[in-house]
């Protein structure tokens, strides 16, 4: 069964009871135990999960694989975000994570996430060398049932140690000084406890909607997104708020509602939190987004005279850039993002954090901050779309791809990037970047227009190039 363990941008996911068996986790789980013994000892590995489905049950069963391959298990009891469990990763200096999520997925899913030392995603260098190990171990009949004998494993619990550090990166006194009011939706997920025991405790008046647990998510996917974040707006509604923010089902990613209601997307977000915390903060260091994110970070970019990096779709690549500590803040437009001195992992609850502090210090709603945002910069309007093809157009567009196209429906084409999939600039500044899925014959789509108006003429343009 190894052939199905592959780990993509964000670990390996599948469907429990199908492909996420008990067999398959310890697979994969003496994978990363084999990988962990190549590094420099000691070997201890922290094991969490978010609030899904059996989650104790596959938490105790690799913390029992990992200690009959000779690698200490430290267990997280509760369900933990994603960034918390990298930053204990740091702090406590072991070998890595697993992380049983999937993320937001829907609630059949689970998965592993895995964390190198530094608490980042591991690199594909690293998931190529614990798919070699799974694959080795597959060939002689799996990953082996661990010892019977070990049921009682070092604990270590990630919460006081995380909040404390958001505490040093987010101004919570501006929040509680300016009486905004907050509602926050961990969406029944890892982030529950977190956003609101910080923002309560230094005096912020913040409600909570879908604040326990439900394996099922409400019955979809633990994804904050606009459709999704109808019961937070009522409740924001309710209580006169400022902002709404949301996590999803391991709180690395995040999801901004306006005081109005109105969802700001992740691409807006980024480009607002790197604006200011660069008047806040006087951090120019540099900026790194995804090739798929906002140009409106590109045209920030050149107004702060900031470095900016354009990396391939995945966090890691951002991760790399913030150890090295070459950017103030990264982010992609999937609702990913991080800021220096942070963990180089995705953390929703920061994110919104952040998010409040601005619009607390600012005194304006996140609408307003956008509009002049565009007046210094001008406006962009980033649209993702999926568009579902048969395995045959899939591979004729797969060849498509590889030229380098002058025009896009009539449109002059002046630059062609390929640091991931196929990004067309054309002339006004608009763009559309292709990526093809690798698990699915379906094509992400991203366009950019610099109007309103012109964007349903792009679309349409995008569109017709994926179908021609």
């Not at 707006?233 to 996590?247: F, L, N, P, S, V």
Request: charged content about 25%.
């Amino acid at each position: 069964m190894s052939s199905v363990i592959k780990f993509g941008t964000s670990g390996w996911r599948a469907i429990v009871a199908d492909e996420f068996t008990l067999a398959n986790i310890r697979l994969a789980v003496a994978g990363i135990a084999a990988y962990v013994k190549t590094q420099p000892a000691p070997h201890r590995v922290l094991v969490g999960r978010d609030p899904r489905f059996l989650g104790e049950t596959f938490v105790t069963e690799a913390a029992r694989v990992l200690s009959s391959a000779g690698v200490t298990p430290i267990v997280i009891p509760d369900a933990a975000p994603t960034p918390a469990i990298a930053y204990a990763v740091r702090e406590q200096k072991t070998s890595g994570a697993i992380n049983f999520t999937a993320s937001h997925n829907p609630p059949e899913y689970n998965g592993i996430k895995f964390s190198t030392h530094d608490g980042a995603p591991a690199l594909p260098e690293v998931t190529g060398k614990i798919e070699a190990a799974i694959a080795e171990l597959g060939k002689g009949g799996g990953g082996g049932v661990p010892s019977p004998f070990v049921e009682t494993f070092e604990t270590f619990d990630v919460k006081p140690a995380f909040l404390k550090r958001l505490a040093e990166l987010v101004d919570l006194k501006a929040i509680a000084k300016s009486g905004i009011k907050v509602v926050y939706d961990p969406f029944w997920g890892a982030g529950r406890g977190y956003s609101t025991d910080l923002l309560r405790e230094a005096g912020v008046e913040v409600v909570a909607v879908h604040d326990y647990r439900d394996v099922l998510f409400g019955g979809h996917a633990p994804e904050p997104d606009d459709h999704l974040l109808g019961d937070a707006k009522a409740k924001m509604k309710e209580i006169g708020a400022q902002i709404g923010i949301a996590t999803d089902g391991d709180a690395d990613r995040f999801g901004i509602v306006d005081a109005d209601g109105t969802f700001i997307q992740p691409n807006y977000i980024i480009a607002l939190l790197f604006d200011y915390l660069v008047e806040t903060r006087g951090w120019k260091n540099g900026v790194a987004k995804s090739v798929a994110t906002t140009n409106l970070v590109n045209g920030l970019a050149d107004f702060h005279k900031v470095p900016l990096y354009e990396t391939p779709v995945g966090f890691k690549y951002i991760g790399e850039l913030i150890i090295a500590d070459r950017i103030a803040i990264g982010g992609e437009e999937s609702a990913g993002l991080t800021i220096r001195g942070h963990v180089p992992e995705k953390d929703g609850v920061l994110a919104g954090l952040l998010a409040a502090e601005m619009v607390a210090t600012r005194g304006k709603s996140l609408g307003v901050q956008l509009r002049e945002l565009f007046a210094k910069v001008g406006s962009y309007y980033p649209v993702r779309e999926n568009f579902r093809l048969t395995p045959e157009r899939k591979a004729a567009f797969t060849e498509k791809l590889k030229a380098d196209p002058t025009e896009l429906s009539g449109r002059k084409v002046t630059k062609v990037v390929r640091t991931d999939g196929l990004k067309l600039i054309l002339e006004d500044g608009s763009w559309v970047c292709y990526r093809l899925s690798g698990t699915e014959p379906v094509v992400r789509a991203y366009t950019e227009a610099r109007s309103e108006k012109d964007m349903k003429a792009l679309r349409t343009a995008a569109e017709a190039f994926v179908l021609s």
